[in-house]
């Protein structure tokens, strides 16, 4: 075996994640939809890769590029808290192929109920899954739990979409295109706490600086579920508003309207495109580790944490999840 690369370390950031920007690269380097391609194998070996490297050892010949890869692709697929692998839907990486069909999909077929009723529901089945994979895995969840979440968030979605659609009958043609997006925006309100309700009842694991766990908090658990409803709102947002516009006034010219049959593939490729840059930047506006003052804590354990370490201690850690 040979020894890590002087001063290398796999699980420092390779870029400042204090910033918008270091986080921006940093997600653009895991949510890389190229990687939904790679092999499970290939996945499975850059595990054990990383592992090794952690351990102090890795394969003789390595350089930092492989390594950096595999981290890539470990980052990918594996979750942070538990380094169970991940189902491939559930991966941010895949939110770019998955996320484009469907809200191409929602975005073109608006005009009937039963349209507006079957993609709703198709994508908070989607939406479901991603939650339930991105959750802070230190907080238990119960079948019945995720049932009454997935019931709870597509009842919110069908309600506002078919309540919207219908009122907006009579109003211009562009508001009409913008109910899909109220309708997600109303679902991810409802969905994420739903779905990650155990972290808000029991609280999650906070740690000081060094990575010393120091209890749990449910405070930390709301700042976190609440930043990421704001992110994915934000990632939906301008595919969800800025498409229907275009496509409003692309549908006005005599060439759009021969081609009505790809009017469907284009706003799906259109979304793509939206996406491709939106969920990077929208995972990186406020950081994964996500940071809470300890004077902001619940009194009992602000006053634990004072009873033990004094004035050492300002702020508590904890993942907030995606």
């Not at 090794?52 to 594996?78: I, M, T």
């Not at 081609?259 to 799906?268: K, T």
């Amino acid at each position: 075996m040979a020894t890590i690369p002087l001063g290398f370390n796999i699980d420092a950031p390779r870029w400042d994640q204090s910033t918008f920007v270091g986080r921006l690269k940093h997600f653009l380097n895991i949510t890389d939809p190229r990687t939904v391609l790679v092999p499970e194998e290939e996945l499975d070996r850059a595990k054990a890769l990383v592992e090794g490297c952690r351990a102090g050892l890795v394969p003789p010949g390595s350089s930092q590029e492989q390594l950096l890869y595999a981290k890539k692709l470990y980052d990918s697929a594996f979750h942070p808290d538990s380094g169970e692998k991940m189902n491939l839907i559930g991966r941010m990486s895949f939110q770019v192929p998955g996320g484009m069909a469907l809200t191409g999909c929602m975005l073109q077929f608006y005009r009937t109920v039963p349209a507006v009723v079957f993609w709703q529901w198709v994508n908070q089945s989607f939406n479901a899954i991603v939650n339930y994979t991105n959750r802070n895995a230190a907080s238990p969840i119960s079948l019945r739990q995720i049932g009454v979440a997935y019931v709870t968030a597509t009842g919110t979605a069908l309600a506002t979409a078919v309540g919207l659609n219908l009122y907006t009958k009579r109003a211009p043609p562009l508001l009409a295109r913008w109910v899909p997006f109220a309708a997600v925006a109303a679902a991810n309100c409802v969905n994420i706490p739903m779905m990650r309700q155990q972290e808000i009842i029991n609280g999650v694991t906070v740690t000081d600086g060094d990575n010393n766990e120091l209890g749990h908090s449910r405070r930390a658990a709301v700042k976190g579920i609440a930043q990421v409803v704001v992110s994915r709102i934000t990632m939906a947002a301008p595919g969800m508003i800025i498409l229907p516009i275009i496509m409003e006034r692309l549908e006005k010219f005599p060439f759009m309207q021969r081609i009505r049959v790809l009017h469907g593939p284009l706003q799906v490729l259109l979304c793509g495109g939206f996406l491709l840059f939106m969920v990077p930047a929208a995972c990186a506006l406020f950081p994964q580790r996500c940071s809470l003052a300890v004077a902001d804590l619940e009194p009992e354990l602000r006053d634990s944490i004072m009873a033990k370490h004094g004035d050492k201690v300002p702020y508590v850690y904890f993942n907030k999840g995606l």
